[in-house]
């Protein structure tokens, strides 16, 4: 049980990110801040797909230098946000980007992607929709696809799961609240491991705030060649 109902949440989500300004979504430049995983994600999607000629990624709750980044590593990108405040951001880049505006859990494609990337997005999503997340993110993705995802993490060990609402002030003196669940690895391996991935990098690291992350790197089981 969340700390509020869903939709709540979302619609919190959605409103106080609509209300950032440009140099909050500048100031996360995930690119740097994450890459060595950033290269070795792009590494194992080209490895696995060397024979394609064209790429596609869904990035969820993306930046404009994400896109740019993956757009110059030749990906096809989509960048799916919550907030048309966040995706206007990425449209003053004038860069070959499909934005959808739509709540993840909303979002319906046939499309297959060959990688997907969430660097501190799907913090936002609620508890108890979170695996159904990760099952929807399975499915998108090709066989051999590759999903890299950055979470907070929490040292609570009772249920795993620390739900909470977090404050913060932008480069310009505004403040902002908003929902965010903290996972610690080994609950976060076994949703993984529920929605049929497997884990190929778990790493702990620091961000720029000086917050504990884990960087997850996983692929869709391939049930094909289970015993």
Not at 10 to 23: G, M, R
Not at 123 to 140: E, Q, T
């Amino acid at each position: 049980m969340s700390i509020m109902p869903t939709s709540k949440i979302y619609t919190q989500v959605e409103q106080e990110y609509d209300k950032t300004s440009k140099s909050f979504q500048e100031s996360y430049n995930t690119i740097s801040e994450f890459e060595p995983f950033v290269k070795g994600f792009i590494s194992e999607v080209k490895q696995n797909f060397s024979e394609e000629s064209e790429l596609r990624l869904l990035n969820i709750g993306g930046t404009a230098d994400e896109c740019e980044h993956f757009i110059n590593q030749g990906f096809q990108v989509d960048n799916i946000d919550i907030s048309k405040k966040m995706l206007d951001f990425i449209k003053l880049k004038n860069l070959e980007v499909n934005l959808i505006h739509k709540n993840f859990t909303e979002f319906i494609t046939h499309q297959k992607y060959h990688a997907v990337w969430a660097s501190r997005s799907l913090i936002h999503i609620p508890v108890v929709d979170f695996y159904n997340v990760l099952c929807k993110v399975n499915n998108m993705l090709h066989e051999n696809g590759t999903f890299a995802s950055v979470f907070f993490t929490t040292e609570q060990n009772d249920t795993g799961i620390d739900e909470k609402y977090v404050s913060y002030k932008d480069d310009e003196g505004d403040e902002y609240s908003y929902y965010r669940v903290d996972y610690n690895v080994e609950k976060l391996s076994n949703l993984f491991d529920s929605a049929g991935f497997v884990i190929n990098n778990t790493s702990i690291t620091q961000d720029q705030d000086n917050e504990n992350v884990v960087y997850i790197q996983a692929q869709p089981e391939d049930l094909e060649n289970e015993n």
